[in-house]
């Protein structure tokens, strides 16, 4: 557990992105490990695939955490996309059942999308030298009126509303807990792999405009997913490349 949480924090009142914002501070500064900005109000946060990140104000988190990597091969980045869900995870577990990392980092409940997470990373010689991973997780919002197709809330789950400091200080506790898992890529992958959404059995995919069913059976190190048809044929995706269907 960190010795001070909140000596590893900064609050704004508001930003578009706190992953932008985050990039530009540790240009100008040197912040230490896991140090983590956030803001109840992000009015442009970005996702994947040039996506927008819809987000209440003042009812879910919105936070972009450093980390230093000590110069981390480029090859090996997706070992970092492997901590961050898992630490979310770890914690969301506490609070409801049925949750999953959904290759190669979103967060789900059941067949719904609670968190989003970007990371963006800083390379030199071929090594990664700080990531910066940015977060968006539903906590308190109780309606959605982006064209988003399945989001969800932990409130909307259980009910309940929650603070939202507590969960931001366990994230970045579970960060600093996980993080040794970077030199342990099999523990990591293990612990990786038995998160993911849909591991067991097969499912709707769709890829070059063709649809089937298949099964998970690996996530590479290097973050790719190789899927196994019903006739036993293996194929292997990057991330873009395939769209998880949930209707065949």
Partial sequence: MLNNTNSMKQ???ETPSTNTLLAQMAQQQELPDLF????FRQTAGRGQRGNTWESEDYKNLTFSTLFHLEHLPVQ????????VPLAIKNVLDQYTDNIYIKWPNDIYWKDKKICGILIEHTIMDNTITQSIAGIGL????KQFISDAPNPVSLSQITGQEYNLETILDQIIEQ???????LNEPERLKQLYFASLYRKDGFYPYCADNETFEAQIVDVADNGLITLQLRNGTKRQFAFKEITYLFNI
């Fill in 36 to 39: 983590t900005l956030y803001t």
């Fill in 11 to 13: 609050l704004v009142s």
């Fill in 175 to 181: 960060f600093n807990t996980l993080k040794p898992l």
């Fill in 138 to 141: 539903n906590i308190n919002q």
């Fill in 76 to 83: 090996e980045q997706f070992r970092l996309s492997q901590i």
